[in-house]
């Protein structure tokens, strides 16, 4: 079995509304938590700092760690067709707030946008699994 340990960011702002990036990799494309894996001993607080920054041009502070999510990915299920064995992903979810920079679209990256979104309005999105995770672990889904 492979294993994929990834860090995200709730980032939230005044009006209420919520980062997110646009993932484009896969089978299909859809509004994910922006984040990423973690590089070989990198530090799940410095990897999330790195990847919101990548996603979305924004330069974040740690608030507090909000949850460990963990589930398995059967082989056939798996993005990588030509892979045999599961995926066992553990995401590490975060809130944080912005400290920096502007917003950016990644070039070159798994996401190709992020924009902001009211709470609200998320529910009508296409969108990642994670999303609804990482909102009920904020407490804000």
Avoid: C
């Amino acid at each position: 079995m492979d294993m994929r340990v990834a860090a995200y960011a709730v980032v939230t702002d005044d009006d209420g509304r919520l980062l997110l990036a646009h993932w484009n990799e896969g089978r299909r494309a859809a509004w994910t938590m922006p984040g990423g894996g973690l590089e070989h001993g990198e530090d799940p607080e410095a990897a999330v700092r790195r990847e919101v920054r990548e996603e979305t041009g924004y330069k974040v502070a740690v608030d507090e760690l909000l949850g460990i999510d963990s589930f398995v990915i059967p082989a056939n299920r798996r993005l990588q067709r030509d892979v045999a064995v599961p995926l066992h992903a553990l995401r590490i979810v975060y809130r944080a707030h912005i400290v920096g920079g502007k917003l950016r679209y990644e070039q070159n990256g798994s996401t190709d946008r992020a924009e902001w979104f009211h709470v609200e309005h998320v529910q009508r999105l296409s969108r990642v699994k994670l999303v609804d995770v990482a909102l009920r672990m904020a407490d804000l889904g």
